[in-house]
């Protein structure tokens, strides 16, 4: 480091720039992306089409949105099992405000997010305060939130929303979707809010060393109960996004978003352990999982695949994962050790 | 209470169930020596140490640091009189870089907007600095703790003790998980940082370690103190003597 006295030119300062958004550990499954993208766009004149790339995209930006969310409360040493019903029920309350409170499509989707907000609060409080275990703790949560939503809408669905509802998921930016314009903006932001601030060195300290995170004096409550509501939030903003998506508001939206979420993260190279991950990675997992998806559909295959390729890939990327931490090697697969 | 004294801990008790793990403890410390602390396992003194730092209440006795009385209820306490307490295992973080490990808890920051954002430039400079005044040799601010060795983390935990203005600086068992040569560079920084001014204690099962660099060393058996000798004119059978038999006519 002494060596270097001249000033960095652009392109050293962009290199390093990109060298700290893409760690070594996002370095492989950016590799993995590109491999895959190359090979499908080589042998697909379907999946090239543009407007097939923007499906691609558009199919990733909730679970992307939502996966941020994850990717906090994993690099804190926590889980977020009920994101889905969150987003379920911040939609439904989104439709609902509009359609039976009669107000204004903005303000039924800020009491929208108000409910996300809330039910990670209420999470985020049973998590620190109460110290119950995140994985169960939020699984009754989840479940409780879904009742809630089945039980304020009976079960019933509400058709013919207004645009006004609808934007964020089918709306257009030019010639942008706003959902992926949304997907970029909470990414750059969570990506900011994660390695530039005080806060994100907090959630990283407590992932990675709780005890230590303790023993300085900072207030892990706090810090656990903004993370959990900051992923209440993203949950509801993902559910509400769908609404658009899906064009009608459905009581059960968001019930299948929890496994593409964490699988988006786990690929993405976030450590189950708590302490490591990036908003990079994690987009770069949502990618994979919607190109691996996008590819049974372009290639003709036998869409039923999708669950098997996902669970597969999350598999592997547990795998990866093991070896990385040294907890795993090729001497214990073979039974070489002990 | 002499002023000559950087801690000063009298009588110090502490029961944990049916364990007596300290019994009446004294303890001088004195201002700019090393004073080396021994004992067989459960002889009380990573507890004796941690009634220094705040994290374990004693049952009875007093504290005195620089002179004054001390009521410590937590290890904040401890580090806002200067005190600064190194465990083996739970040093650092080894998920985050040597800057961030080295400004745990006092992070330079800035706000805009209300948001408080990291002056991650201004942690790097000053780590790099702080660093190479220690003569810790660590190429950059910028390495993942993750990747370092047992002796580098060591020493990042102590550039952050040293960082927060740390006068009185415990460790407890530095050397257990280090090779020989890590072991004897984590010393050298040890003499160094006493020959700067800094006041430490070393809890070690290593007595030949203290009665290399120390001052004087304290011998705790049964949670009592046993004698403390002076490094120059005492030998290594001199300590494992008191450890193992205790003080020869069964008083102070
Ligand atoms: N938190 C605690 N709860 C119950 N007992 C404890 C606790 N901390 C220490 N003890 C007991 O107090 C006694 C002294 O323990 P201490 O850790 O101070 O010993 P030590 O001299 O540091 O030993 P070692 O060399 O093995 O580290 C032991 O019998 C230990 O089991
Ligand atoms: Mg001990």
New binding site residues.
């Given amino acids: 480091m002494t060596a270097n006295q001249t000033p960095p030119t652009r392109v050293e300062s962009a290199r390093a720039r990109v060298r700290e958004l893409m760690a070594p550990r996002e370095s492989g499954v950016f590799l993995a992306l590109v491999i895959f993208f190359v090979v499908m766009y080589t042998v697909s004149p379907i999946f090239r089409r543009p407007f097939n790339l923007t499906t691609i995209l558009r199919q990733i930006s909730v679970t992307s949105i939502v996966a941020m969310g994850q990717t906090l409360v994993i690099v804190s040493g926590a889980f977020d099992l009920s994101q889905g019903s969150i987003a379920g029920l911040a939609a439904m309350v989104t439709a609902k405000l509009w359609k039976n409170a009669g107000l204004d499509p903005p303000i039924a989707i800020i009491g929208g997010l108000g409910v996300g907000v809330l039910c990670g609060f209420l999470n985020g409080v049973l998590a620190a305060r109460f110290r119950l275990h995140p994985i169960v703790m939020t699984l009754a949560t989840g479940a409780v939130f879904l009742g809630v939503n089945f039980y304020i809408t009976r079960g019933e669905s509400i058709i013919g929303l207004p645009d006004g509802l609808t934007w964020l998921g089918k709306g257009l930016i030019g010639p942008v979707p706003a959902l992926i314009v949304l997907m970029f903006i909470v990414a750059f932001l969570m990506h900011i809010l994660l390695t530039r601030t005080l806060f994100g060195l907090r959630v990283r300290m407590i992932g990675g060393n709780l005890k230590a995170s303790q023993d300085v004096g900072m207030n892990v409550e706090r810090i656990r109960v903004g993370i959990f509501t900051l992923s209440g939030f993203l949950s509801a903003l993902g559910g509400i996004v769908l609404l658009g998506r899906v064009g009608n508001a459905l009581p059960q939206i968001g019930q299948g978003l929890l496994f593409p979420v964490v699988t988006a993260a786990i690929v993405g190279g976030t450590l189950l352990t708590g302490g490591v991950g990036s908003m990079a990675g994690t987009l770069i997992g949502a990618a994979i999982m919607g190109i691996a998806r996008n590819s049974l559909v372009v290639l003709q295959l036998n869409i039923y695949l999708q669950d098997i390729v996902q669970g597969m890939l999350v598999v592997v990327a547990l795998l990866i994962d093991q070896f990385r931490r040294g907890e795993l090697n090729w001497r214990i697969i073979l039974g070489r050790d002990r | 209470m002499s002023i000559e004294h950087a801690v000063e801990m009298r009588g110090i008790s502490k029961r944990?169930?049916t364990?007596q793990?300290l019994n009446g403890v004294d303890l001088e410390l004195r201002r700019g020596e090393l004073l080396g602390l021994v004992?067989?396992?459960?002889?009380?003194?990573?507890?004796?140490m941690k009634t220094l730092y705040g994290s374990?209440i004693p049952d009875a006795g007093e504290i005195f640091i620089e002179g004054q009385k001390a009521a410590l209820r937590n290890p904040r306490d401890a580090q806002a009189l200067g005190l600064a307490m190194i465990y083996q295992d739970l040093a650092v973080f080894n998920n985050l870089d040597v800057a961030a490990n080295v400004f745990t808890g006092r992070e330079y920051t800035r706000r805009v907007l209300g948001i408080t954002f990291l002056d991650k430039k201004r942690m790097y400079n000053e780590s790099e600095a702080l660093l190479s005044r220690l003569r810790i040799n660590i190429s950059s601010p910028k390495l993942l703790v993750e990747r370092m060795s047992g002796g580098q983390r060591q020493m990042v935990a102590v550039a952050r003790a040293i960082g927060f203005d740390a006068t009185i600086l415990i460790m407890?068992?530095p050397t257990a998980a280090l090779g020989v040569k890590e072991a004897n560079t984590l010393l050298d920084l040890m003499s160094e940082l006493r020959d700067q001014g800094i006041s430490i204690i070393l809890?070690t099962?290593r007595i030949s370690d203290v009665l290399s660099i120390g001052d004087r060393v304290m011998v705790?058996k049964g949670?009592e103190r046993q004698g403390v000798l002076n490094v120059e004119d005492s030998t290594l059978e001199d300590v494992e003597y008191l450890i193992v038999r205790g003080r020869p006519d069964g008083s102070g």
Avoid: C, M, P, Y
């Fill in positions: 944990f169930g364990v793990a004992g067989d396992n459960a002889a009380g003194k990573s507890t004796l374990v407890d068992e809890i099962h705790l949670g």
